[in-house]
C-alpha cells in the first residue's frame, strides 16, 4: 500500500513537470509576445529632418499603423544635436520604458569616438548601453561621379584621379568624420592618391554638388542619387558592397572589391531600445518590423533604395556590431580622423 | 505639348472637389500651424504626412504644400500682433508690422501682409510654371562660392539698418555671430562653444532666440508702460483692406525685387525663405526714399518680407519637383513623402508624373487664391485680438511662446534660452541696441560660414575663387557695392548744400 502511495506521489511530480516542461516548451517554440505597447511609442531619430534615417522613419511609421501592426502609433521625433549624441542620451534617461526606440546610422559608431560621449556617471558612452532589437537594412555607398565627364569604368576615373595633382579631385560627402570621409580615407589609401574632401550638410546636397560639377564625384547612398541616375546626370562607377547588388540597373555596377581594391563599407539602418528594455517589449519590435520587411511597400522602398535586406536580432547581431564598431575604429585610426588611444 | 495644355490639365486636377476640400483643410490646418511660434511649417507637414497614406499622391502633396502656404499666411499674424514671429522668415515682418500695430494699424498691417504675400506667391507660381527645369538647372551651377557671395550680399542689404549709432549696431552683429558659431561645426565635424551641455550642440535655435527677444521683451516693456496694448481702439472694417490695396501701386518696384530674389533664393537648395526676408526688407528700406520710416510702422516694410518669404516657399519646391533635392527643411519632409506614395522624386518625375506635378502646379494657384481670401475674411478676427486685455493676453502669448520655443527641439534648455534672450531683449530697448543686426547675424551666420569655409576647401585655401568663378564674382562685387552705398551717400550729403537735420531715427 505504502509503496503504491508513493509510486502515486511520484507519478505526480512527473506529471506535474512535464506539464511544467511543456508549457515553457511551447513558450518557447511559439516565443508569443505577451507585450503590448499601451501608450504611443516615441521613435526617436538621431539625425536632422530631410536626411537618410529621417526619411526612412517616416518612411516606416505610416506603414505600421497601415498594417495595423501596432496597436499603437509610432511618433518620429529628431534629436539631431551633436550629430546624433542628443539622441542616443536621451535613450539613456528613459531606462526601462518600453515605448521608445531609436533609428539609427552609422553615427552610433563614429560620434562616440569622435567626441567622447560622457554618460551622466561620467563613463563614456557606446552602443552596449542600448538595447540592440534588431538590424534591418544595410545601406549601401556607390562611387558617384557624373555621366558625361567620359569615365566609364573605375579604372578610367582611377586614371584621371592618377594623372591629376593630388589634391584636384574634389569628393562631396555629408557631415565631417563619417561614413563618407571614412570610405574616401579608404580609396585614397588603397590608391595612394590625394583627395580634397568637401563636406555638406545631408546627402541630397552631396548629390546636387557632383551634378552641379562642384565636386567630382561622392560615395552617394543609392537611393540619394538614383533619381539623378535614372536622368542619365549621375553615374556609379562602382559599389562598396562585398557582392553586387541584385536589383535591375545596379547588377551591372560592379563591387570595388571584384576589380580588385578590397574596400567594403555597409552602413546600419537598425532599432535600438534604451538601456533595460523589457525582454516581452523587445520580442515584441522584432516581430513587428520583421513583419513590417514583408510588407509590399518596404520591398519596393528597398528595391528602390539598392538596400540589402538584413533582418537580424540576438547574439548573433550583437556579434556583428561588436565586429562593426572595431572596423570602423579601426578604419578612422588608419584614415587620422581620431587619435589612437 | 505645351505649357499651357499642362496647366489647364493641372487646374483640372486641382479643381476636383476632393483636390480643393484638401486643400482648403491644408490651408486651415496651415494657418493655425503658422501661428504657433515654434511649431512651424516643417513639423506641420511632419505632423500631417502619415495622413497622406490614406489619399492619392495628387491629393497627398496638394494638403501639405497647402500647409505650407497657410503656414506662410499665417507666420505673419503673431509677428504683427504681438510682435512674435510664428516663422523665422515674418521675423523682418516684425520690423514695421508691429510698431503699426501698437499705432491701431493692424489691419492695414495684415492686409498688406496676406496681399503682397499673394502677389509673391503667384508671380512665383507663374515663373515656376514656365521656367521650372531651366531654373533648376541654374540653380545647380550655385556652389559653396556663390552661396557665400549672395549671403554677403544679404549682409550688406543690412549695413545701416540699425539706425543712429554704427557701434551698437556693429556690436550686436557680432554678438549675432558669436551665437551663430555655438553647436555642431559641419566642416570640421565637432561641436564647439557647448560648455559640456548636449542640448548647445544642436545650436542656439533663431527661433528661440527670436521669440525671447522680439515677443518676451515686447511683454516685459508693455507691463513697465502700465500693462497695456496700444490700439485697443483699432478700426475693424473691410474698408482697411481696401485702403491699403489704394496704397500698393505705389510698392510696385519693392514687390517686383521682393519677389524675384525671394523666388531665386528659395530656388537654390541651402538658403531658403528667411534670408530672402532679410534681404527684401534690407534693399527696401536702401532704396527707399524715407528710409527713415522704416522700423516704425511702414506698410512698404512689410510689403517686402513678406513678398519675398511667399515667393521664397514657391521657389523652394523647385529643385524638390524637377531634381529631387529638397530646397528647405519643410520641402525635406515632404520628399519623404514622396517614397511613401510610391513616387520617385527625381528629373523624370516632370515625364513620368504627369497628373502629380501639374495637379502640384494647379493646386499652387487655386490654393493661394483660396488662401488669400481665407485669411482677409478673417482679418477683422484677428486684429480684434488686439481688444483681448493685455491681463488675459499676455500669459496666453506667454505659454504659446514656450510651447513653441521647447517644439523647436524638443528640449527644456530652449525655454531658460527663451526666457534669457527675452530679459536680453528688454535690456537692449532701453539701452537702443538694435535688435535686428543680432538676428540677422544669428540665422545667416552659420550658413554664411559654412559657404566660406567650404568654397575655401574647394580652392584649396585661396579666396580667389570667389572672384575667379563668374556668377561669384558678380554677386561679390554687388555686395562691395552695397557695402559702401552708406558710405557713398554719406559723402553725397555732405558735398551737397546743407539740409534740414533728418529726425532721429528710432531704432528696430
Request: overall charge positive.
Amino acid at each position: 500500500m505504502k509503496g503504491a502511495r508513493r509510486w502515486a506521489r511520484r507519478g505526480l511530480i512527473l506529471a506535474l513537470g512535464a506539464i511544467f516542461l511543456l508549457s515553457t516548451g511551447t513558450r518557447l517554440i511559439d516565443a508569443a509576445p505577451t507585450f503590448s505597447p499601451t501608450r504611443p511609442i516615441e521613435w526617436v531619430i538621431p539625425a536632422g529632418t530631410g536626411g537618410g534615417a529621417d526619411q526612412q522613419a517616416r518612411f516606416m511609421a505610416p506603414l505600421i499603423a497601415k498594417y495595423k501592426l501596432s496597436p499603437q502609433p509610432l511618433i518620429p521625433v529628431n534629436r539631431p544635436a551633436g550629430a546624433g549624441a542628443q539622441g542616443f542620451l536621451y535613450m539613456l534617461e528613459r531606462t526601462g520604458s518600453p515605448h521608445i526606440i531609436l533609428i539609427t546610422l552609422d553615427n552610433l559608431f563614429t560620434t562616440p569616438l569622435v567626441q567622447v560621449l560622457k554618460k551622466p556617471d561620467g563613463s563614456r558612452f557606446t552602443w552596449r548601453d542600448m538595447t540592440p532589437i534588431a538590424r534591418l537594412l544595410l545601406d549601401n555607398f556607390a562611387l558617384t561621379v557624373r555621366c558625361d565627364r567620359g569615365w566609364k569604368t573605375v579604372a578610367d576615373f582611377k586614371k584621371a584621379v592618377e594623372s591629376a595633382p593630388p589634391g584636384t579631385f574634389k569628393m562631396s560627402g555629408t557631415g565631417s568624420k563619417q561614413e563618407d570621409e571614412i570610405i574616401m580615407v579608404l580609396l585614397e589609401q588603397t590608391w595612394k592618391v590625394d583627395f580634397t574632401y568637401v563636406p555638406f550638410p545631408g546627402g541630397g546636397a552631396v548629390a546636387a554638388a557632383v551634378v552641379g560639377g562642384q565636386t567630382d564625384f561622392s560615395v552617394n547612398n543609392p537611393l540619394e542619387m538614383v533619381g539623378h541616375w535614372d536622368a542619365g546626370r549621375l553615374c556609379p562607377l562602382a559599389v562598396f558592397a562585398s557582392k553586387r547588388i541584385p536589383f535591375g540597373k545596379w547588377k551591372d555596377i560592379p563591387t570595388m572589391k571584384e576589380l580588385g581594391y578590397p574596400i567594403e563599407y555597409q552602413m546600419l539602418r537598425g532599432i535600438f531600445g534604451p538601456p533595460q528594455m523589457p525582454k516581452e517589449a523587445v520580442a515584441w519590435y522584432q516581430d513587428l518590423f520583421r513583419k513590417l520587411l514583408d510588407t509590399p511597400e518596404m520591398k519596393d522602398f528597398i528595391e528602390r533604395g539598392a538596400f540589402d535586406e538584413a533582418f537580424l536580432t540576438g547574439p548573433a547581431f550583437e556579434r556583428w556590431l561588436e565586429e562593426k564598431e572595431r572596423t570602423i575604429r579601426n578604419l578612422m585610426i588608419k584614415g587620422g580622423l581620431i587619435p589612437k588611444s | 505639348m505645351s505649357v499651357f495644355s499642362d496647366l489647364f490639365y493641372g487646374l483640372s486636377v486641382a479643381a476636383a472637389p476632393q483636390n480643393l476640400l484638401v486643400a482648403v483643410v491644408g490651408l486651415v490646418l496651415g494657418t493655425i500651424i503658422g501661428v504657433l511660434p515654434g511649431l512651424g511649417g516643417t513639423n506641420g507637414v511632419a505632423l500631417l504626412l502619415p495622413l497622406t497614406f490614406k489619399l492619392s499622391p495628387t491629393a497627398a502633396i496638394i494638403l501639405l504644400s497647402s500647409v505650407y502656404w497657410g503656414a506662410i499666411f499665417g507666420g505673419a499674424i503673431t509677428s504683427i500682433l504681438f510682435n512674435i514671429p510664428g516663422e523665422p522668415w515674418s521675423v523682418a515682418t516684425t520690423f514695421d508690422g508691429h510698431p503699426l500695430a501698437k499705432q491701431g494699424k493692424a489691419g492695414i498691417a495684415l492686409t498688406a501682409a496676406f496681399t503682397s504675400s499673394f502677389i509673391g506667391a503667384l508671380v512665383a507660381i507663374i515663373l515656376f510654371t514656365f521656367f521650372a527645369p531651366p531654373l533648376a538647372e541654374l540653380a545647380l551651377k550655385f556652389g559653396p562660392p556663390e552661396n557665400f557671395a549672395v549671403l554677403l550680399m544679404a549682409f550688406a542689404t543690412f549695413t545701416g539698418l540699425g539706425g543712429a549709432n554704427p557701434w551698437k549696431t556693429l556690436f550686436m552683429t557680432f554678438l549675432g555671430l558669436l551665437l551663430s558659431t555655438v553647436g555642431f561645426d559641419v566642416v570640421s565635424g565637432m561641436p564647439r562653444m557647448h560648455f559640456g551641455l548636449t542640448s548647445l550642440q544642436s545650436g542656439i535655435s533663431f527661433v528661440v532666440i527670436a521669440i525671447g527677444l522680439f515677443g518676451l521683451g515686447e511683454i516685459f516693456l508693455t507691463v513697465e508702460e502700465g500693462l497695456r496694448i496700444e490700439g485697443v481702439e483699432a478700426r475693424l472694417s473691410f474698408r482697411d483692406i481696401w485702403e491699403t490695396w489704394k496704397m500698393f501701386p505705389r510698392y510696385i518696384w519693392t514687390i517686383v525685387r521682393g519677389t524675384i530674389l525671394g523666388f531665386w533664393i528659395g530656388v537654390l537648395p541651402g538658403t531658403g525663405a528667411t534670408p530672402a526676408s532679410f534681404m527684401s526688407y534690407g534693399l527696401a528700406k536702401q532704396f527707399s526714399r524715407h528710409p527713415e520710416r522704416f522700423g516704425k510702422g511702414e506698410v512698404e516694410g512689410v510689403v517686402a518680407p513678406e513678398t519675398a518669404a511667399h515667393a521664397a516657399g514657391i521657389g523652394a519646391l523647385l529643385p524638390m519637383v524637377t531634381l529631387g533635392i529638397p530646397g528647405s527643411p519643410t520641402a525635406a519632409v515632404m520628399l519623404a513623402g514622396f517614397f511613401i506614395w510610391g513616387l520617385n522624386p527625381g528629373p523624370l518625375l516632370f515625364k513620368e508624373q504627369r497628373e502629380f506635378v501639374w495637379g502640384l502646379i494647379g493646386s499652387m494657384y487655386l490654393a493661394n487664391v483660396i488662401g488669400v481670401i481665407l485669411v482677409l475674411t478673417l482679418v477683422p478676427v484677428f486684429a480684434s485680438i488686439n481688444r483681448i486685455p493685455f491681463g488675459i493676453l499676455a500669459p496666453l502669448i506667454v505659454i504659446l511662446s514656450s510651447i513653441g520655443a521647447y517644439a523647436v527641439n524638443n528640449q527644456v534648455l530652449d525655454l531658460w534660452i527663451m526666457l534669457g534672450s527675452g530679459v536680453a531683449g528688454y535690456v537692449f530697448k532701453k539701452l537702443g541696441y538694435p535688435l535686428a543686426p543680432l538676428v540677422v547675424a544669428l540665422v545667416l551666420g552659420d550658413m554664411t560660414e559654412q559657404a566660406m569655409r567650404q568654397a575655401l576647401i574647394m580652392g584649396h585655401g585661396s579666396p580667389a575663387i570667389f572672384f575667379t568663378r563668374p556668377i561669384s564674382a558678380v554677386f561679390m562685387a554687388a555686395s562691395l557695392f552695397l557695402f559702401l552705398l552708406p558710405l557713398i551717400r554719406m559723402v553725397w550729403i555732405k558735398l551737397r548744400p546743407k539740409q534740414p537735420e533728418a529726425e532721429p531715427v528710432e531704432v528696430v
